[in-house]
């Protein structure tokens, strides 16, 4: 009985939630999930603000396909599963037409099994392991489409420039997660084919925030780069800790959380000098991207990062495609992704066969005088590189 | 990898440990009286010492205190919240079966921190007021959890000489011992326990204060901190005190050490091991404690 | 079931055959939310199996649903085996586990049991991390896509009716009085010839292998898993709460509980994200304040209702 009724209590919520019929007038409802609480809270809530952004220029612009364009999304509080739930229950009881991708690789990984079921077109702009695009023949997934650049290249730049002046080591810390790890075996094979020498690679689990013994080996180790995989409150620990235990390396650079204006904010002066990892900046030559840092600016009150520039773009992609498929239907918009070469606020856009990003940059920025500026790579660089990182009681 | 432990390397850790241990103890101190008194497991704690760090934020940012000038404050603030929590809803559940009482302070413990993100957000904050370290030949002892040992060392010592020689700290101690007898010696019972949470809670307060230094202040931060306090507690018996100090040093040495010579992944299996193995060898922990 | 069982028993057939036939009705969601459900129940009917009965709260009851998981997960991924044999071998791991950690950990009295299990849970994360050779580590491992959800369906909805016929039979056995025995007085149970050890033991495996199957279908069903997706605290207390709500101890209180919180989170979380914890607190609080045994323990006195409900 109370079974029965949980069925339609269930279809119930799934009625409410569709208040809008979906006739060929009404909007084109494009479902996702994506971590408002949780973990990812922070990073999610940006990503969402880029897909609300989209759909307004959108909108304003006339819609797609002559219909206007909705966002239907729900919170999977920075879990896989939930995230899995939620997926199913948009394209199942919400009907949407289309999809677009959750944040974070795990929960990507996790979703794309459901969105692939469905066969539902799901561009993810912010799934950057290469895992989850690149697969044995047997489990090959053909819908999902990437946006930023692969997790294993994070980190590209500081070891190129690392090599341009001729340094020989290098120390690598991760946390121990998919994204990060991922980030921190790429930057060691990256290093081996330019000829350093990873001197140090250890991880360490999510929440850390002691690092004393791990940076007294890295000390022991006296590489001339240190590299860390972070999301951002370990990146803040790690360099407080740097500067506690006089690791004093030559270049100092970070992934996630080397990048974000908060990381100044928090250390001040002791910011100086270190290197982020980001996939998009606001300085940046691309097309629209003036006016997409002007109207986010205004629309949210306070200034992009990555992860909305990201989602943002994904979404204009993803609408591209449909115009030039003239339809939602998966097959043809696949097609289109495949081929479609595009230039966004957040840079280039091409994919290989399996979706895979292979067009997209990313750059190093580096700390000077309490403003970022893009060092890396030369053509995109605002501003030349300080080296070498002075000794931390000599700033 | 690679890397070939030195005795240098050894003695560094083993300085971040003590330093790291002394706080350890000190928050560890207040779950011990919480549990000693009142047989209550507060999965609260270490929200509670998320909400002492963000008074301390605040005052920094707002009023450009000295963080360590904030610490007594941090403290009477979270004194007034703990004995409110005490008196609206832990008092139901003192000598509950330990049932009850994880999940209640598991229900505060996640509203607390829900709180702190509709209040606070989930941004990021740091208390950037000192950093770096003195050097002593070749270790570097780093000047916020150097100072983060002094006060953690001053504000355990007040603690104890409060539950030594005072009036007030002879009627924590003999409720906790034995309610009845203490009752019976005239003791108000409820006001104790009252006291008792505030104290536990002022205790985490200040823990968060000296963190908030060291580490970024957000609402997740203090989870992390009531499952060392666990290990803290079990490793020098509940219902020990001064075995709350000597529990707290030695996760302080085996967290780092382990990471030292393994990686910190397995530190942290090390410790609980050893919890478990401390538990089924001597359950009352290594100074001895009181059975339940 | 002194109360009409024949009606009883035709309910429960009928409910049975709707249950079945669910699949061809209903959604893809709601296919998947009647799987999680079920998968709740058995968590919960598990838990209720260890701590409802005997009273020693295992507070990192997620272990077992994670170690089932992961060994699921392993098995299907690195060796190829089909998942209904996978889940079996999960729930098989599950039992290892509660063998060679309930042996000493059940020696333990009241909170320190809680808090060794809690710690176990810890050990148990900190250690798939750690060998990724087998695990995929923090990276986690991902499996080979496979749509079988509605057989999982069915599957997940036998571990949770096993788990409840479970409870029953132990609730009106023997051995389930010697168990609520030692919850009331280990030593005078112990004083009247019960091997105490045994017994705590034996309950602690049955307590196991629900969560090690499940887990192994979840996985399955979700075709990725992590170490801090798997392992979390909360599961554990989620568990907990909801044999709690329906009342520990008994036969239908975990099934009772899952059901209505399991109801209560799909509605709230669609709905007000931004407090759902704060909420979940407030329900813990309630839970635990005003009915500690439990709508069925409440109905139970009030109305005399047999113990084996």
């Known amino acids: 009985m109370t079974l029965k009724a949980l069925g339609a209590l269930i279809a119930a919520t799934g009625v409410l939630v569709a208040s809008l019929p979906a006739g060929a007038q009404g909007p084109i409802r494009i479902g996702a999930s994506l971590s408002l609480t949780g973990t990812y809270a922070k990073l999610g809530n940006y990503m969402h603000e880029g897909y609300k952004l989209c759909a307004k220029e959108l909108n304003a612009r006339g819609g797609l396909l002559g219909r206007k364009v909705e966002f239907v999304v729900y919170d999977d509080q920075s879990m896989p599963a939930t995230g899995v739930r939620l997926y199913e229950k948009l394209i199942t009881e ?194 629209g991207n003036k006016e997409f840092n002007e109207a986010y600016t205004k629309e949210f009150g306070r200034e992009p990062v990555y992860h909305s520039a990201a989602g943002y773009a994904g979404c204009q992609v993803y609408v591209e495609a449909v115009k030039r498929a003239g339809t939602l239907d998966a097959d043809k918009v696949r097609d289109v992704l495949l081929k479609l070469e595009m230039k966004t606020a957040f840079g280039d856009y091409r994919v290989d066969q399996d979706g895979f990003q292979i067009a997209h940059k990313m750059v190093m920025t580096q700390w000077q005088d309490g403003k970022k500026v893009i060092v890396w790579p030369d053509e995109l660089a605002t501003g030349k590189p300080r080296y070498p990182m002075p000794a931390w009681n000599q700033r | 990898m690679n890397v070939v432990v030195t005795p240098t390397m050894v003695g560094q850790v083993v300085i971040s440990g003590i330093l790291a241990g002394a706080l350890y103890a000190m928050v560890a101190l207040g779950l011990a009286l919480i549990f000693g008194v009142m047989r209550v497991i507060n999965i609260a704690h270490g929200p509670l010492l998320m909400l002492g760090a963000y008074t301390t934020y605040f005052l920094y940012a707002g009023l450009g205190l000295n963080p360590y000038l904030s610490v007594p404050v941090s403290m009477a603030v979270l004194f007034v919240i703990g004995a409110v929590l005490q008196r609206t809803l832990v008092f139901r559940v003192v000598d509950a079966p330990e049932l009850s009482s994880l999940l209640l302070t598991f229900g505060i413990s996640i509203a607390l921190v829900n709180l702190a993100q509709l209040a606070f957000t989930s941004d990021l904050r740091a208390v950037e007021y000192l950093t770096g370290s003195w050097g002593l030949g070749p270790f570097a002892f780093s000047k916020t959890r150097v100072l983060a040992f002094v006060f953690a060392a001053g504000v355990t010592t007040l603690a104890f000489l409060l539950l030594q020689r005072t009036r007030l700290g002879r009627a924590i101690r003999a409720t906790s011992q034995s309610r009845e007898v203490a009752m019976v010696c005239g003791v108000n019972v409820g006001r104790i326990h009252t006291i008792t949470f505030g104290l536990a809670s002022a205790l985490a307060a200040a823990g968060g204060a000296l963190i908030a230094v060291v580490v970024a202040v957000q609402p997740e931060m203090g989870q992390v901190w009531t499952f060392k306090s666990f290990l803290v507690i079990v490793l020098g018996g509940a219902g020990n005190y001064p075995g709350a100090l000597l529990g707290g040093v030695l996760l302080g040495l085996v967290e780092q050490i382990a990471s030292l010579f393994l990686t910190s992944q397995l530190s942290e299996v090390v410790a609980y091991v050893l919890l478990v193995v401390v538990l089924l060898v001597r359950p009352t922990g290594l100074l001895g404690g009181r059975q339940t | 079931m002194t109360l009409a069982p024949r009606a009883f028993l035709t309910g429960l057939a009928v409910l049975a055959a709707a249950l079945a036939l669910y699949p061809i009705v209903g959604t893809g969601y709601g296919v998947r939310a009647m799987l999680q459900l079920f998968m709740w129940i058995a968590l919960a009917g598990s838990w209720n199996l260890i ?44 039992c290892v586990l509660a063998l060679v950690i309930g042996y000493p950990c059940l020696r333990l009295k009241g909170p320190y049991f809680a808090i060794a299990m809690l710690g176990l849970n810890e050990v148990l994360r900190a250690l798939t991390s750690y060998f990724e050779g087998l695990t995929g580590g923090g990276s986690g491992l991902s499996l080979p896509t496979l749509h079988a959800t509605v057989p999982i369906y069915y599957a997940m909805a036998l571990a949770a009716a096993g788990v409840t016929l479970l409870t029953y039979l132990i609730i009106t056995s023997r051995f389930g009085l010697r168990l609520m025995t030692i919850r009331e007085d280990e030593v005078a149970a112990e004083a009247m010839g019960i091997d105490t050890a045994r017994h705590k033991l034996y309950a602690f495996l049955l307590s196991a292998a629900g969560p090690g199957v499940v887990g192994a279908l979840a996985a399955r069903d979700q075709g990725y898993i992590e170490p801090i997706s798997v392992f979390p605290l909360a599961t554990t207390i989620t568990m907990i709460v909801m044999a709690l709500f329906g009342g520990k101890g008994t036969v239908w209180g975990p099934v009772l509980g899952a059901i209505v919180l399991f109801v209560s989170q799909e509605i709230v979380w669609a709905r007000f994200p931004y407090v759902h914890q704060l909420l979940f607190g407030a329900i813990i609080a309630a839970v635990v304040l005003l009915m500690p045994r439990g709508v069925l323990g409440l109905l139970q006195t009030k109305y005399r209702l047999p113990r084996t409900l």
């Not at chain 3, 997620?62 to 991924?77: Q, R, T």
């Not at chain 3, 079996?88 to 599950?94: D, I, K, N, S, T």
């Open chain 1, 94 to 287: 919400d009907k949407v037409e289309a999809v677009m991708g959750p944040y974070s690789s795990p929960i990507t990984e996790a979703v794309v099994n459901v969105t692939e079921k469905y066969k539902k077109v799901a561009v993810s702009p912010l799934a950057a392991t290469t895992s989850i695009f690149k697969r044995p023949p047997d489990k090959k997934r053909y819908y999902i489409f990437m946006i930023i650049s692969p997790a294993e290249v994070y980190l590209e730049g500081l070891i190129d420039m690392a090599a341009k002046r001729g340094l020989k080591t290098v120390a690598i810390l991760n946390e121990d997660t998919l994204f990060a790890k991922a980030a921190a075996n790429g930057a060691a094979e990256i290093a081996r084919k330019k000829g350093l020498q990873v001197v140090f690679q250890e991880g360490y689990p999510k929440g850390n925030q002691d690092f004393s013994a791990i940076l007294t080996k890295i000390r022991a180790a006296n590489p001339d780069v240190v590299a860390g995989s972070t999301y951002f409150d370990d990146a803040v620990a790690i360099t407080r800790q740097m500067k506690e235990l006089n690791l004093n390396p030559k270049m100092y650079g970070l992934t996630v959380g080397g990048d974000l204006p908060e990381f100044y904010t928090l250390l001040k002066q002791n910011a100086e000098y270190i290197y982020g990892a980001t996939q998009w900046e606001k300085a940046l030559p691309y097309p």
């Open chain 3, 51 to 94: 701590s409802g009965l005997t009273g020693y709260v295992s507070f990192g009851h997620v272990a077992f649903f994670g170690a089932g998981a992961y060994a699921g997960a392993i098995l299907i991924a690195k060796a190829g085996w089909p998942w209904l044999p996978a889940a079996l071998a999960g729930g098989a791991a599950a």
